[in-house]
């Protein structure tokens, strides 16, 4: 669960179904499982949502927490998003109105408005599958 760990940060691989901490008291989150089980304290500089997986990074005091925090209102941050798709969304005969179909890149939101992700710069970027399976077409669909 530990990826990386120095006197002032830790990075734990946050299991998609944990939230970042727990809601109500008494509930786990990977916060309260480090002080649980690794008799850590840490302060939450960026959060995922429960049912994402990914790289938790984690402040190990107040002042890193501080400093974190000066680069995410500055704009400063990269976050950088990847996910998995069932079909190549970069094709063209894929795209449907509605959909997500290419990738965003240097998303940014202004501070406090409440709209997309933190005041951070955020890219994604699709992973088109590796290998179709038999009698898929190029964007996934079954054929019969």
């Given at each position: 669960m530990i990826l990386h760990q120095d006197a002032d940060w830790i990075a734990v691989d946050k299991p998609s179904g944990l939230a970042t901490h727990g809601g109500h008291p008494g509930e786990l989150g990977a916060v309260e499982w480090l002080a649980l089980h690794r008799d850590l304290e840490t302060f939450v500089v960026s959060r995922l949502d429960v049912a994402t997986s990914g790289v938790l990074w984690l402040a190990r005091h107040r002042e890193a927490s501080g400093r974190a925090q000066r680069v995410h209102e500055e704009g400063l941050a990269l976050k950088t998003y990847e996910f998995l798709s069932a079909v190549d969304a970069r094709q063209p005969d894929c795209r449907t109105a509605g959909r997500a179909t290419t990738p965003s890149t240097n998303v940014r939101r202004t501070p406090g408005s409440?709209?997309?992700?933190?005041?951070?710069?955020a890219a994604s970027r699709a992973t088109p599958p590796r290998s179709r399976a038999a009698g898929a077409t190029r964007c996934g669909a079954t054929r019969r």
């Open positions: 409440g709209a997309g992700p933190s005041p951070a710069r």
